[in-house]
């Protein structure tokens, strides 16, 4: 199973590393959020942008699969530990991501917003909350009142601070369609 993954990870990264580089490489600092709108701008009927077009949903689809595994199996260990396996918790799970992706897909217009959402959410628990959270935790030999502590929880505050400030930002932006 891991030689799938990794196998099905290296295509997924080999494909979208052409799409970006020739996508660059056409139109250089001209290139729109959407690369497919820029290349249709100028190449309406293009059977070539036709094929481009199929191989994007080719990835999109194959790529679907290999991100839902790790989902599935980590909100399933999240939800139900200590359970055995059960092909209905494991479909509804699996229906429950692909609608609640759909609902993304239908709902947000750019990707940008995606990657602003996450990054905005990703980058202070990385940078910020786990690695404190993990000195809190894992350092018994200092007190709670020592300065490492204290400042290892400071930082944690800061990255919740960071995060939902962040997050906020960014949802205002989506209401506001300052985009």
Known sequence: MQNVANVSFLAVF???????????????IHVEPELLHTY???YKYDVLLLVVRLAVLAAVTLTVPVVLFPIRTSVN??????KDFSWIRHIIIAVVLLAGTNILVIFVTTIR????FIGSSAAPVLIFILPSAFYI???????????QKIGAT???????????SSMSLIIHDWSTAGH
Request: charge should be positive; include cysteine.
């Open 14 to 28: 080999i494909m979208y590393l052409l799409t970006a580089l020739f996508g660059y490489l056409t139109f250089y």
């Open 40 to 42: 249709s701008k100028f």
């Open 77 to 82: 260990h999240l939800l139900c530990p200590t």
């Open 113 to 116: 917003d995606i990657f602003g």
């Open 137 to 147: 935790k894992l350092v018994k030999k200092e007190s709670i009142r020592s300065m």
């Open 154 to 164: 400071m930082c944690l505050i800061l990255g919740f601070v960071v995060m939902l």
